[in-house]
């Protein structure tokens, strides 16, 4: 079982289209954070959100965190052909006192010029 | 700074062939991770380690095993490699905290034939 849900699994737009991508889970997070991955290159960290409601804006893309703290979007405004790759969203699972980073299977978006 | 480094980048393994996948980070980090990476798919958790002498089990830990003699080194082994094990594999390290960035090594793209 997923603990973190992401729809939709795949995504092909136009360039100049908007977009949301979802991370659902019913587990409660103390924060999600969402990875960008290229192809053929490792995750790298687009934002960390913390606090339930809250909304952090990176250039063009939304982020916001569920006020419950079990899900987040990303949106993506006027999207563009180097915004291609695979979003994940992630979050930490405790386990005693260590934890664990899990992540979502992620949406694969493609952008078409 | 390096960051975390992963070698090799590329290998083809016999089945039955045993094989380790090293990592290190230089960036002092207690928190390492070792995912997996299907085609098209999200990050699935290995094993992962809160620091040196401790390491423990995550999603898919049938058929690695993993030591973490040093904060720096963390080394995947594959004992008996099988064609389920093709994969690509890929480390991260993290600060202490819930919240904090995990860095990702550039992936370790393994075949099993």
């Known amino acids: 079982t997923q603990l973190l849900e992401q729809s939709p699994q795949f995504l092909s737009i136009q360039e100049g289209e908007n977009l949301t991508v979802y991370c659902n889970s019913s587990?409660?997070?103390?924060?999600l954070q969402w990875y960008r991955q290229e192809p053929g290159e490792g995750p790298v960290l687009l934002v960390t959100?913390?606090?339930?409601?809250e909304v952090k804006k990176l250039k063009r893309l939304t982020f916001q965190f569920g006020d419950a703290r079990k899900d987040s979007s990303l949106h993506i405004t006027a999207a563009q052909p180097g915004d291609t790759g695979l979003y994940l969203c992630?979050?930490?699972?405790?386990?005693?006192?260590?934890?664990?980073?899990?992540f979502g299977k992620g949406t694969l978006l493609t952008v078409n010029p | 700074n390096a960051g975390v480094t992963q070698t090799p980048k590329f290998r083809i393994l016999k089945i039955g062939q045993s094989m380790t996948l090293q990592c290190t980070q230089d960036?002092?980090?207690?928190?390492m991770y070792w995912y997996r990476q299907d085609p098209g798919m999200g990050l699935k958790l290995i094993y992962y380690?809160?620091?040196?002498?401790?390491?423990d089990k995550g999603e898919v830990p049938n058929g690695y095993n993993v030591s973490r003699s040093t904060t720096e080194d963390f080394p995947l082994r594959l004992e008996l490699a099988a064609p389920s094990q093709t994969s690509v594999y890929f480390c991260?390290?993290?600060?202490?905290?819930?919240?904090?960035?995990?860095?990702f090594g550039q992936g370790t793209r393994l075949t099993v034939v």
């Open positions: 960036m002092n980090h207690n928190y």
């Open positions: 380690s809160v620091g040196a002498g401790i390491t």
């Open positions: 959100v913390v606090t339930g409601g």
């Open positions: 992630a979050g930490a699972v405790s386990g005693g006192s260590n934890y664990k980073l899990t």
């Open positions: 587990s409660v997070f103390s924060s």
């Open positions: 991260a390290s993290k600060r202490d905290g819930l919240n904090t960035e995990a860095f």
